[in-house]
């Protein structure tokens, strides 16, 4: 999808719609001797200038493994030619092993099948859109950048951009008319995919799983007024940069009925991408999961496109953490200070709260008889074999926290027999969305274990226990500590490059509503419907990156990721640590949330900036692909200390250790900034110089940091900031994640 500004320099977001594809099948050529699969082959860069060139001669490099050129193209499946140049083919692993041989062949691999990862998020994050001095309005909504519902009407649109190279492929249900001056163009990818197993999709564009909708409209979505959820969480819903212009690329595939789970081709996300850069798109923002993604990525950053990821909703356990690549900006997801409290009335007057997503009226306030379903009576036999018509029906559980997919069972079976209600044990998992889908049947409500005794202990004390479930209803404000990091959100550190601290940053992605695709069971639920992860957290950024390459369109892509890491909040509405959710709860760090929250009203004028030229992410980038050669990779690892990141993270240091930083002066000419430092616990800091001037002719300084590890303690991480202060409104702030080593044969898992 993509995003545009008014001014003459007209800039494009793609945001990458990532639809569903599960349990695909590829539909390869018949083998003689042996199975034949997709693989990847990669390159590096272009050595033709023209893209027939480049595909010629992949054809050439595929006929001299196969025999002929009919055998190429039969075999075929997609040719990288415009950002980069490799393909994708239907071969043997004997083919395979023969062509990574090849002169000029950096890497062949195996495809890889991979995962998908609001009203009132924006408000929450400061970032109104009827302030008429704000960022916003000062970046004219995000007009003029490209990125069935109101949020993508085209009303008051200028028709594409000249400059613009995309086109509207159409497909099932979707007709090249299908586009409009909002959305401006689409592709879709399903070379690779039996179409047996696509029963009930869309060949085409089209969205069925609900994902790329909403991803799109949270980034780059019109305003919209009135919007809610059954009437809850009511208010404007909009994009990031609502101005913005929507291009898609359909590179993933949904087999089951919506809301089916995601899942997406390596090989068709990049040519998706590889099709992006030639369309002439400034942003990309990915919500997946990918192991071969950081390729492409590479080479929109050094075209100067800022690529945005989502970290993964592995969390809370730790090294989970995706999409690592120092190149890419990954996003954690957090809360907002939005919740839905649902009243359960006991039949002694006693009132209790728990959440829940009920707006049935006609079931609401209606006393029940109640029956306990006790530790392992909650299960399906026990719902299906006994009476439970015309009850509300208590699942309490202490013995073990059961799964999300076990409860929705044990709530349809209480709704198949009859049931009049069911409420539930849960610890704080922030997916109370998919309860959305039962919003109008029976009261489906998430309590504690403290108020489910209570209700235990009316139960056991009450000849005639009955209870009701009021109408579920929206709190917001700073009443509720939020942003919180969700529970689902992948942690750090990173278990590939722990010298790169991941993730980045924070943003909402916790019960986000916004809009849905008008098909199947989303059509049922409305105009809008909430969804959480961090699929959901990354088009918030992507959004804000478009508003801020509208501002500055001269930045490059570690400019505008370093404007947002710096001006980052680490506390919270009320003045508070952040917190994350977690078992239990903790005050989160840099491995939950990277830099902190999302501050998108200070980004805009971050004071200094750490920026990286894409050049300088060329020999890891060799590293990742393991085309190393002359046995440097060690020393390049070593040597991502001193890149130029906006944070700092040494997983090993024995006694000390020495990095250095520059940053680049965007805001008066004449500043000075002093340093201020927070050392990690156990960890001496210098900062040298703790003064740096800037003025006319002086726009950059350096800067080294020296940690000094002050216990001999084999340690975990501790976590501490290096802020630069110019006495004014600026205050720029990177992390730091620091681990003592004393022995290195040691280890804590067990």
């Not at 492929?169 to 909002?182: D, P, R």
């Not at 009576?377 to 202490?398: E, H, Q, R």
């Not at 800067?703 to 501490?720: L, N, P």
Request: net charge negative.
């Amino acid at each position: 999808m993509v995003l545009a500004r008014w001014s003459p320099a007209i800039y494009a977001l793609i945001l990458l719609v990532i639809f569903a594809l599960h349990g695909i099948a590829f539909a390869s050529p018949e083998a003689s001797d042996e199975a034949k699969k997709l693989y990847i082959v990669y390159l590096g860069e272009r050595q033709h200038e023209h893209a027939e060139h480049t595909t010629a001669s992949h054809h050439n490099i595929l006929a001299s493994v196969l025999g002929s050129q009919d055998a190429a193209s039969e075999s075929i499946v997609y040719s990288y030619k415009h950002g980069f140049s490799g393909f994708s083919a239907m071969l043997t692993q004997q083919h395979a092993e023969t062509i990574r041989g090849l002169p000029g062949v950096v890497s062949v691999r195996m495809n890889q099948m991979h995962s998908t990862h609001t009203t009132r998020s924006w408000d929450f994050m400061g970032l109104p859109y009827d302030q008429p001095n704000g960022v916003l309005a000062s970046a004219g909504m995000g007009e003029g950048i490209i990125i069935g519902s109101p949020s993508f009407s085209d009303d008051g649109y200028a028709p594409p951009p000249a400059r613009w190279k995309g086109t509207c492929q159409s497909g099932k249900s979707f007709s090249s008319k299908s586009c409009n001056n909002k959305i401006i163009g689409a592709r879709w990818y399903a070379d690779v995919v039996n179409e047996t197993q696509l029963v009930g999709e869309f060949l085409s564009p089209r969205d069925l799983n609900g994902h790329g909708t909403h991803v799109a409209s949270i980034a780059a979505g019109n305003i919209v007024h009135n919007t809610s959820f059954h009437g809850l969480a009511s208010g404007v819903a909009r994009g990031g940069a609502p101005r913005a212009q929507i291009a898609v690329y359909k590179a993933c595939w949904s087999v089951g009925a919506p809301p089916a789970d995601a899942t997406c081709s390596e090989a068709a996300v990049m040519k998706a991408i590889d099709d992006a850069i030639h369309d002439g798109v400034d942003i990309l923002s990915m919500s997946i999961l990918s192991v071969l993604g950081h390729i492409p990525a590479f080479h929109a950053v050094t075209k100067g496109i800022p690529v945005v990821y989502a970290a993964g909703n592995f969390g809370p356990y730790t090294q989970m953490v995706g999409n690592v690549a120092p190149w890419l900006f990954t996003v954690a997801a957090s809360t907002i200070d939005r919740l839905f409290p649902t009243a359960i009335t006991l039949g002694n007057g006693q009132t209790l709260t728990g959440q829940s997503l009920f707006a049935d009226m006609e079931r609401a306030n209606q006393f029940h008889k109640m029956k306990l379903y006790l530790n392992s009576m909650c299960n399906l036999t026990v719902a299906n074999s006994t009476d439970v018509k015309g009850s509300i029906v208590l699942c309490f559980s202490t013995t073990s926290v059961l799964p999300i997919a076990q409860l929705y069972g044990l709530a349809s079976a209480v709704i198949n027999n009859g049931g009049e209600g069911f409420i539930f044990t849960q610890q704080s998992t922030d997916f109370l969305v998919a309860w959305q889908f039962r919003a109008m049947s029976i009261p489906c409500v998430s309590v504690d274990l403290e108020v489910a005794y209570k209700i235990l202990l009316y139960f056991s004390t009450s000849q005639n226990p009955v209870a009701k479930v009021s109408l579920t209803q929206t709190t917001t404000g700073s009443v509720i500590p939020a942003p919180k990091i969700a529970a689902f959100s992948s942690r750090g550190p990173s278990s590939v490059y722990p010298t790169v601290l991941k993730p980045d940053i924070a943003a909402p992605g916790v019960n986000i509503l916004a809009a849905a695709p008008q098909v199947g069971i989303y059509k049922e639920l409305g105009l809008y419907f909430f969804d959480s992860g961090t699929s959901f957290a990354c088009p918030h950024v992507s959004g804000i990156v478009a508003v801020l390459k509208s501002l500055h369109p001269d930045w490059s892509p570690a400019a505008l990721k370093s404007a947002l890491m710096t001006t980052a909040y680490i506390m919270d509405k009320n003045g508070l640590p952040l917190l994350a959710d977690a078992t239990p709860n903790k005050i989160a760090d840099p491995f939950d949330y990277g830099a902190g929250f999302l501050n998108p009203t200070q980004a805009s004028d971050p004071g200094l900036i750490y920026d990286i030229d894409a050049s300088d992410y060329q020999k890891l980038f060799n590293c990742m692909l393991g085309s190393d050669t002359n046995g440097s990779c060690t020393a390049t690892e070593s040597s991502l200390f001193d890149l130029n990141l906006p944070s700092i993270a040494i997983p090993n240091i024995k006694s000390s250790e020495t990095v250095s930083r520059t940053v680049t002066n965007v805001g008066q000419p004449d500043a000075v900034y002093k340093a201020f430092v927070e050392p990690p616990a156990g960890v001496d800091m210098l900062v040298e110089p703790m003064t740096l001037v800037f003025g006319t002719d002086t726009s950059s300084q350096s800067f080294k940091v020296t940690f000094k590890a002050m216990r001999k303690i084999q340690g975990d991480y501790s976590f501490g900031n290096l802020v630069w202060h110019d006495g004014g409104s600026h205050w720029v702030r990177i992390p730091i994640a620091v681990r003592v080593v004393i022995e290195d044969s040691y280890s804590t898992v067990s």
